[in-house]
C-alpha cells in the first residue's frame, strides 16, 4: 500500500506462509517480523535511502528464526516487544498503548496476550491521526487466530486459559477498531500457527468481522471451544525457535558460509561419518526415486520444505549434509537458517550426479504409477498407508486404507510389520518420498510408493470412499 506520506509493503515468503512488512516514511523506516537473511532488507534500505529506526517483532516466533538481531547489529536500530517479553539482548519491552513515530506516523503498542504472554498488535495511525492499519502477528489471522496451545508451560497456563485471554484481548483491543482498518497478519494458509487460515494475505477488519469463524462466537466459552478444538500437536521444532528468539543466535552470514562448504564426492561419506550428520536431500521426488546416496532424506525444496525439515527433523541442533540440485545450494542454506537449522556441515560438489560418477553405491526407491497400482490392488488384501493430514484423508480416500499422517511418522513407524507388503501414497507424491525415504534409511523396504499419489489414484478404478475408520492396526 503507497500513501503520500508512507508506504507499507507485505514481504511474503510462501514457504513458510510467513509476511513481514517494511513501512517507509519520510526518510525513516521500520520492519515488523524480519526473516533470518537480512541483505534484501539492506538493499531495500539503501535502495530507498532510508533510515532503518525500529525492528518491531510481534511475538517470539515459534515457526521461525526471526532477522531482528542481525538487522539491529547492521543498523543501530532498535528492536521492539510488547509488554512480558524477556529478552537476553538489547530491547525495548513497550508498555501497552505506547506510541513510536517513524516519519509522519504513529505505531501503537496494542498489547493482545493469549496466542503468547507477550502477543502484541501494532496499530499504524497515518499522518491524519487516522486508524490506518494493523499487524496483527499471530493474534488475529484472516479466517483464524493463533493457537493458544504454544505459551502454556511459560505462562503456567492451560491453553483453555490462553484462549480466554486471547477472546478478550481480541475484544478489547480489535473488534472496537473501524472496519476499513487493514489486517495484516504475520502468516497465511499452510502455517502450523493456526488450522483455518485463508488464503489471500491482506483484508480489512470489517470483512474479517464477517467471515472469520472465530470472531464470530456468542461468548467466550464458545470461542475457547472453537478455536481449541481439532488443534494437532505443534512441531519438534518450535520450542527451539523460541529459545533462539530469546536468546539470540550465530549470525546468519557464519551459518551461510559453513553451509556453502562444498564437499568432494571422495571425501562426502567420511564427513558424515565423522560428523555425525544427516544426509538431506532436496532434489525432486520424481528423480530422487531413481538414485540417491543410501540412508539420505529426500525432503523436496520445491514444497513445504522448511516446515517439513522442522517437523520431521526435529533436533535443530542435528548436523546436516545436503545434496541438492546444482545452484539450489545457497537457495537450500538459507530455508534452513530461517528455522533455525544452524548445523550445516556442508553440501556435495557436483551433487548426485558427483557422488554416481565416483562409482559409489546408490539406492532407489520402488515406485508405480496409480494404474499399475490400480491393477495390483485387491481391496481386503493388500494394505494402503495414506500418509496425507486426516483432514484429507476424511474427504475421500482409498477403501480399506489406513490414515496414518507423515507429521507422526516417528511414532506409527514402530508399528510397520517390516514381513508384511503395503503401499503409500500421498496427495501428489511429495510427502510419500518423505516417507519412503525415512522408511529405508531405518530399515523397511516392504513398500512400493505410488507415483502422484491419491491425485492419480482418483483418476482410476481403485475403490474410494470417505467412511472414517482409523482405529485400524498396522
Given at each position: 500500500?503507497t ?14 506462509a ?10 525513516e ?14 538493499d531495500?534500505?539503501q535502495h ?51 506510541i ?5 506516523i ?10 503468547t504472554?507477550?502477543s ?11 486508524d ?9 489471522f ?17 491453553q ?12 478489547s483491543k ?33 470483512n474479517q ?8 462466537q456468542p ?7 472453537a478455536?481449541?478444538?481439532g ?6 521444532y518450535f ?16 551459518v551461510?558460509n559453513k ?8 571425501d ?10 544427516l544426509i ?22 520445491n ?16 548436523p ?15 530455508r534452513?537458517?530461517?528455522v533455525?537449522f ?5 553440501h ?6 558427483a ?11 520402488k515406485?508405480?504409477?496409480?494404474e ?15 500418509i496425507?493430514r486426516e ?7 482409498v ?21 508384511e507388503?503395503f ?19 531405518r ?11 491419491f491425485?492419480s ?11 472414517v ?6
Amino acid at each position: 500500500m503507497t500513501n503520500n506520506k508512507f508506504t507499507v509493503e507485505q514481504i511474503y515468503t510462501g514457504c513458510l506462509a510467513q509476511g513481514a512488512y517494511y513501512i517507509t516514511s519520510n526518510g525513516e523506516a521500520a520492519i515488523i517480523d524480519p526473516l533470518r537473511e537480512t541483505q534484501p532488507y539492506m538493499d531495500r534500505l539503501q535502495h530507498d535511502g532510508v533510515k532503518l529506526k525500529y525492528i518491531f517483532e510481534t511475538h517470539f516466533h515459534a515457526d521461525f528464526v526471526s532477522g531482528h538481531l542481525d538487522l539491529s547489529k547492521k543498523t543501530n536500530a532498535a528492536i521492539v516487544y510488547g509488554p512480558n517479553a524477556v529478552c537476553e539482548f538489547e530491547s525495548i519491552t513497550a508498555t501497552d498503548g505506547q506510541i513510536f513515530s517513524v516519519g509522519e506516523i504513529k505505531i501503537k503498542v496494542l498489547h493482545t496476550p493469549g496466542h503468547t504472554m507477550e502477543s502484541t498488535t501494532y496499530l499504524l495511525i497515518d499522518e491524519n491521526g487516522k486508524d490506518y492499519a494493523i499487524f496483527s502477528g499471530d493474534t488475529l489471522f484472516l479466517g483464524d487466530v493463533g493457537r493458544p496451545d504454544l505459551a502454556q508451560k511459560a505462562a503456567d497456563m492451560t491453553q483453555d486459559q490462553l484462549a480466554g485471554l486471547l477472546y478478550d484481548s481480541l475484544n478489547s483491543k480489535i473488534m472496537p477498531l473501524a472496519d476499513d482498518v487493514i489486517v495484516y497478519p504475520a502468516h497465511g494458509a499452510g502455517s502450523a500457527c493456526g488450522k483455518n487460515m485463508m488464503k489471500e494475505t491482506v483484508d480489512t477488519l470489517g470483512n474479517q468481522k464477517k467471515v472469520n469463524y472465530a470472531l464470530n462466537q456468542p461468548n467466550k466459552q464458545a470461542f475457547i471451544e472453537a478455536v481449541t478444538d481439532g488443534l494437532l500437536p505443534p512441531p519438534a521444532y518450535f520450542g527451539m525457535n523460541v529459545a533462539m528468539n530469546k536468546k539470540g543466535y550465530e549470525s546468519f552470514e557464519n551459518v551461510f558460509n559453513k553451509g556453502m562448504e562444498a564437499i568432494e564426492a571422495k571425501d562426502f561419506e567420511m564427513v558424515a561419518e565423522a560428523t555425525g550428520a544427516l544426509i538431506l536431500d532436496t532434489r525432486d521426488n520424481n528423480v530422487f526415486y531413481q538414485g540417491f546416496i543410501p540412508q539420505s532424506i529426500n525432503i523436496g525444496i520445491n514444497g513445504d520444505f522448511a516446515p517439513w525439515v522442522g517437523a520431521l527433523i526435529g533436533d535443530v541442533k542435528q548436523p546436516i549434509l545436503l545434496v541438492t540440485e546444482n545452484g539450489q545450494e545457497e537457495e537450500t542454506v538459507t530455508r534452513l537458517t530461517r528455522v533455525g537449522f544452524d548445523n550445516i556441515v556442508g553440501h556435495l560438489k557436483g551433487g548426485f550426479e558427483a557422488w554416481k560418477n565416483e562409482g559409489n553405491e546408490i539406492d532407489t526407491v520402488k515406485r508405480i504409477s496409480a494404474e499399475q497400482f490400480a491393477s495390483e490392488l485387491v481391496v481386503g488384501e493388500n494394505k494402503v498407508v495414506d500418509i496425507r493430514r486426516e483432514s484429507e484423508y476424511e474427504a475421500e480416500h482409498v477403501e480399506e486404507s489406513y490414515s496414518r499422517p507423515l507429521a507422526y511418522i516417528n511414532d506409527w513407524i514402530k508399528d510397520v510389520n517390516p514381513q508384511e507388503h503395503f503401499y503409500i501414497h500421498c496427495a501428489g507424491g511429495y510427502r510419500s518420498m518423505i516417507a519412503a525415504s525415512i522408511l529405508q534409511a531405518r530399515g523397511y523396504r516392504n513398500f512400493t510408493e505410488i507415483e502422484g499419489g491419491f491425485k492419480s489414484i482418483a483418476e482410476t478404478s481403485v475403490p474410494k470412499t470417505n467412511f472414517v475408520c482409523q482405529s485400524k492396526v498396522l
